[in-house]
């Protein structure tokens, strides 16, 4: 049990690493929350800060997941006294879920950043790598087509969370992949999570308001054209 809190303790501190916020803070000097979206995510660090920023918020915060899953989750089998088991799951892919999940969601509440984060889709990407990344890599080609065919990162993010359970399903069901039952139902809740955050998006996809990543300027980002209109 000392060994499960300790892991969980350390992927919740990793996941709440407000990168997009101390980003903006060390190249631009403002809070990415108080502009564009005012979501504490990569999608909103490109639109305002532009490319090189968004780039650097998107690998870190994919590194979270990927770390918290794939290296933090080893760590209870150093830990503690006794071994760690968990009945009728795999327990390296329990522990690689779990551990990935919790730091999704101290990225989407990150205690570093009054509770106020992203969206969790980098940082579930991450997680969802280190534990079967061939169902991520065809949940990310769907979420390619989406977003070139209609230019709303929004609708690609949405899209990739509700098909990417039923990759998993499809790959075990269908094809035989050996894939745990921990990491369905566990994928499962990680894409119903970023669902439920993109509440805002879908209202405004369903008005016609949300922002399309032609919108976006890669050059310096919407605040970079702000500031140069202001000197001007």
Not at 72 to 87: H, N, R
Not at 139 to 166: D, E, K, N, Q, R
């Amino acid at each position: 049990m000392l060994a499960i809190f300790v892991i969980l303790l350390i992927s919740y501190v990793l996941g709440s690493i407000p990168t997009s916020i101390w980003v903006g803070k060390i190249t631009r000097g403002v809070d990415i929350r108080n502009y564009g979206s005012g979501n504490a995510g990569a999608t909103n660090t490109f639109r305002v800060l532009g490319w090189k920023p968004g780039v650097s918020v998107l690998l870190i915060d994919v590194a979270k997941g990927y770390v918290a899953a794939y290296w933090v989750s080893q760590l209870a089998f150093y830990i503690g006294s006794g071994p760690v088991t968990v009945p009728y799951w795999n327990i390296h892919s329990f522990l690689s879920i779990i551990c990935g999940l919790v730091a999704v969601v101290g990225h989407m509440f990150p205690f570093l950043a009054n509770f106020e984060g992203g969206k969790g889709m980098a940082t579930a990407s991450g997680m969802l790598i280190a534990i079967e990344p061939v169902s991520v890599g065809i949940t990310f080609g769907v979420f390619l087509i989406i977003m070139i065919a209609t230019h709303y990162v929004s609708l690609a993010s949405l899209v990739a969370a509700f098909i990417y359970p039923l990759m998993l399903l499809l790959l075990r069901y269908a094809f035989h992949w050996s894939i745990d039952g921990s990491v369905i139902i566990f994928g499962a809740i990680v894409g119903a999570g970023i669902i439920i955050k993109h509440i805002g998006n879908i209202k405004r996809l369903l008005a016609g308001t949300e922002s399309k990543i032609s919108s976006f300027k890669l050059a310096g980002g919407w605040l970079g054209k702000e500031q140069k209109k202001s000197a001007a």
